[in-house]
């Protein structure tokens, strides 16, 4: 059995510095760093996790909320992170903290009872002053898909808005000037951040903001199927559809179907995550990439340099971008 005086003999040096090596301490050169590393590749070391925590007082785990654990976009999310921390030599624990205050709070409250080193968070109904409490408590928190002006260095988030100016710029691109939108849950910031896109890419182009080519929906299929049905209800005329999220997309789609209307000959429609289904719809979805690796990657990135109290060179505002398919109809020349 391979030992940490083994990896010492091995690297030549102390003990000490492979120990502090293994705990991530800042304490150690580059150099020696190196060579302890280089040595536990060759030997096939692998630490006592357990001895690890006890000395270091972690459990070498990180927990992660997430509203829910099912469909693709959230179990994306958990299964990039989740990657990522395992080849770090982490484990994830992951709860579901639906989608009310009280519950999320549930589910930090268990992860902190289980003693986990770090949070990883994508939680929209936790209030601000709770998160800043924890944060000052000295607890490590990663916000995804989120910003809380007081916690800037410990959030990482996509430019919503940039999204949704996309995805609107593009239905104006291709000759549509009567554009409808779905909206996410306006409670919450990136639905608003969307809206606010879509709101900047009308007026950009000189064209009219019109409450009635706008209905609120939940992010779900369901409630994008309402929001169709209120757009086509209310009898105000439009071409193009930007819904705030594929899954909304999907369930407006439906309604269109069901009445006569096909995408994208009679209306054009966009979405906005790029989702694995998005592609494989006949016509294939337009949306938003939502880039979810990348910001698992630099959460995860950001939780082991507060882990060990490193500079970060993480970057905390991701960027959007279109992905053309075949559900829009370049109208130019038949308006």
Sequence with gaps: MVTIKHVSERAGVSQATVSRVINGSTRVSREKQLKVESAIKELGYRPNSIAQALASSRTESVGIVVPELGGPFYSGILQSIEGQLRQLGYHAVITAGSNTEQSQKE???????????????????????????????GIPIILINRVVPEMLTSCIDIDNEAGGLLATQYLIKMGHKHIACITGPLNKSDARGRLQGYRKALENAGLEYNEMLVSEAGFTEETGMSAMKKLLNRGCPFSA??????????????????????????????GFDNILFARYLTPGLTTIDFPIEKMSKEAVKLAIHKLNKNKSDVNLKLVPSLVIRDSVKNVINTL
């Design 107 to 137: 589910a930090v409250e268990f992860l902190l009872g289980r003693r986990v080193d770090a949070l990883i968070l994508h939680t929209q109904q936790l209030d601000d002053d709770y998160l800043i409490m924890l944060e000052e408590r």
């Design 241 to 270: 559809v930007f819904a705030a999220n594929d899954h909304m997309a999907f369930g407006a789609r439906e309604v269109l179907k069901s009445v006569g209307l096909s995408v994208p000959d009679d209306i054009s429609l966009v």
